[in-house]
């Protein structure tokens, strides 16, 4: 009864915080300045002319349209104008996949708002939700096709803003298998992603917005020389599917039948595909790559994709703040040297709540509180904390009774690369023991100086290549380490 209650509570606060992603139909009159005329578009035609132009009120009246109305090469928006809202409240525009060649929306131009609107990629057979997913990745015409670019949505101008819009994503190849055959070049497959929006230009927002990601590639990403992005208000959900699921598939053109049920690349290479775990059907929920710039995530929430909030790449400064990450596959957060985590919260139901990619990863602020996970499957560890100077601390919430079926346990300093980094650490998960010795055995994954408040349950791990930390923890300590300072905690606070 106290896991229904719990898991019903976080339903409401959710559905309470989010309510504000509906779209708005009232125009701001602080937006019809003097330097905007305002001009009124009844179909898409007019829409996609007027975006090309500048300092506008731009507002399509409202109703629902279909890109297929206009011609082939006519169904991408470029938005090179500036100083534009384009006002799309109370309007739907379906794009059935494998009708549109470019990006939905592309907008070049730089200070405009992008304001409501519902996009949805729409299977042009009708269905919403794949369920076999052997079939599915065999039509590549209407199907699994993806989207040259990459991604529905593409921000390259400066100064722009994303609010108030909903967009459902679908349409990619291969779909339904996590990481499995490959995510970039190194791929067993071929692949044919579709994303939800990618950010490249300097100081943009994307504020009040929802996204219903039902394909595989990143919901919002940052590339290129992009710099002070704001991603706040906002509501991400990917999918996730049943790993056992995949041997269910027996026809001959179904991928894991082909591969024999094995998977095909990496330090996984030759294993069985693993039972008993989840699989997320999409990428990473907020990505940003090799970028110079700095991200602001504010008071957002991300479900059910391979990583939550992903930003251990970015060069400027990183903070994220009151954000939520449900139900993740490979990681909740990562964040770069010197990221800041504030009243966050999450959950390692399916994947690690924390991770960090980099062996060198320093000075990391991390504010957790940790909520509840009892419908947690897999074997896989709490946190893998490496690197130096953090400064972590891990809170449960009220509702964390029971935290998790399994308790598993916060790794820090570990010669064991992440795939084989399991609830049975320190020793080599049953059956990978070749793999490990093949290809990883001697990793070298230091942590020293690093201080972790740990009022949870999870246990805690210092493995032999930690050193000098400070722990207070709740939890039970093993200490394998060097010059390690702990002190058990006997309570929760």
Known sequence: MKIVRSLLFLLVITRFQFSWCQNKTKINPSELTESRVRVNVSNLSELRDAVQQSNQHIVLTPGDYVITSIPEDSRSFVCSGSNNVINLSGVYINFPVGTCKDAHFNITGSNNTLKGGTFEDTYQNGMKEVTDFGSYNQNRTTLAKGLKGGADIRVS??????????????????????????????????????????????????????????????????????????????????????????????????????????????????????????????????????????????????????????????????????????????????????????????????????????????????????????????????????????????????????????????????????????????????????????????????????TIKNATEYPLILGDLSNSNTISSFGKVTDLGKNNSVFRSDKKD
């Open 157 to 450: 101008g400066n100064g722009n803003t994303i609010e108030g819009i909903k967009l459902t994503v679908r349409g990619s190849f291969p779909y339904g298998y996590g990481n499995m055959y490959g995510i970039g070049r190194d791929n067993a497959t071929g692949l044919d992603k579709r994303c939800a929006l990618l950010i490249t230009g300097v100081g943009n927002t994307v504020d009040n917005c929802e996204f219903q990601h039902r394909a595989f590639g990143h919901v919002i990403y940052m590339q290129n020389n992009a710099d002070k992005t704001v991603i706040k208000n906002t509501y991400i959900e990917g999918a996730v599917r049943p790993s056992n699921d995949v041997y269910t598939e027996t026809n001959d053109g179904d991928l894991p039948k082909r591969f024999g049920y094995k998977m095909p690349l990496g330090q996984m290479e030759g294993l069985p595909i693993p039972r008993d775990v989840m699989l997320n059907l999409t990428e990473d929920g907020i990505r940003a790559y090799n970028i110079p710039g700095s991200v602001t995530v504010e008071n957002c929430i991300v479900k059910k994709c391979r990583g939550g909030i992903k930003l251990y790449m970015a060069k400027g400064t990183v903070k994220v703040s009151d954000a939520t990450v449900l139900d993740c596959i490979v990681e909740g957060y990562s964040l770069n040297n010197g990221g800041e985590m504030i009243n966050c919260s999450g959950n390692a139901a399916y994947g690690p709540l924390v991770y960090m990619h980099f062996d060198n990863a320093s000075n990391q602020k991390i504010d957790l509180n940790v909520l509840p996970a009892p419908h947690a499957v897999g074997n896989h560890v709490f946190a893998a904390i490496k690197g130096s100077n953090h400064e972590i601390k891990l809170t449960p919430t009220a509702l964390t009774t029971p935290i998790d079926a399994t308790l598993r346990p916060i790794v820090v300093g570990y010669t064991a690369r992440f795939e084989f980094l399991t609830t049975n650490y320190p020793n080599v998960p049953l059956g990978y023991e070749k793999n490990y010795e093949t290809h990883f055995g001697k990793a070298n994954y230091k942590a020293s100086n690093i």
